[in-house]
């Protein structure tokens, strides 16, 4: 496959997509749009990209923190993700700022766009949802469910959605899970939730290994959620 870096920029950061193409592509492809956990735009994220395009799409990791700029310790990834969860409206800006520059690629199918995220990924994914952006389909793994104070929420009604979660995530509790399932029914689109029994916070990244802060893979959950994920981005584009 052919690996690629763009730079693209908001406000005052300049950010970092990573792109993997599939070998010998031809014309427009779909494309699966990958958001980050709290550490940043890492490894993770790229070997998802890359598994995306040995699939036949076009994987694009992008960047939310800043070009090179991916946390270390518990500490920095919570410095690095706490501004934006807690300007919420400056995250969609960011976000979109993302979906143009993909966008402006001329290899992408803009029709035929899926965007998964992890963690607080998931977030960013669902914060796309939340503010009214066309999209094939939405993807929320072991994500953040919140939704945002600062704005009222406008939802593209032919995006569909999934969020796989783990009912034991000490991050996501099931009064979370049930006030998500009311936004999403509320706001009339194509949802799906899927939750994983004893299953925790990370369960589909195999570093993840801190059951006291409640981050651990469970590659049970894992295998599930490949086969869930496949088969949703297949309906979807």
Not at 43 to 70: H, M, P, R, T
Not at 97 to 109: E, S
């Amino acid at each position: 496959m052919t690996i690629e870096r763009v730079e693209y920029h908001h406000d005052t950061a300049t950010l970092e997509a990573f792109i993997a193409q599939p070998e010998g592509m031809q014309g427009q492809r779909p494309a699966v749009l990958l958001m980050h956990a709290w550490r940043g735009r890492d490894e993770f994220v790229e070997k998802k990209a890359q598994e995306f395009a040995s699939k036949g799409y076009v994987g694009i990791a992008l960047d939310n923190y800043g070009k090179g700029i991916v946390g270390r310790t518990t500490e920095e990834n919570m410095a690095l993700m706490s501004p934006l969860m807690q300007d919420r409206s400056f995250l969609a800006a960011r976000l979109q700022a993302g979906i143009q520059a993909v966008k402006q690629l001329p290899y992408v199918d803009h029709t035929k766009l899926v965007v998964i995220g992890y963690c607080f990924g998931g977030l960013c994914a669902l914060d796309i949802l939340r503010n009214n952006v066309a999209l094939a389909g939405v993807i929320s793994v072991h994500g953040l469910l919140g939704a945002p104070e600062q704005y009222a929420p406008q939802y593209h009604p032919d995006t569909k959605v999934l969020a796989l979660t783990g009912y034991n995530d000490p991050m996501v509790l099931p009064e979370q899970t049930a006030a998500f399932s009311q936004e999403m029914n509320h706001a009339g689109v194509d949802w799906q939730l899927v939750t994983f029994g004893k299953t925790l916070h990370a369960f589909t990244n195999p570093i993840a290994n801190d059951h006291t802060l409640g981050t651990v893979y469970n590659p049970i959950a894992a295998k599930r959620t490949d086969k869930i994920v496949d088969q949703f981005i297949a309906e979807c584009i």
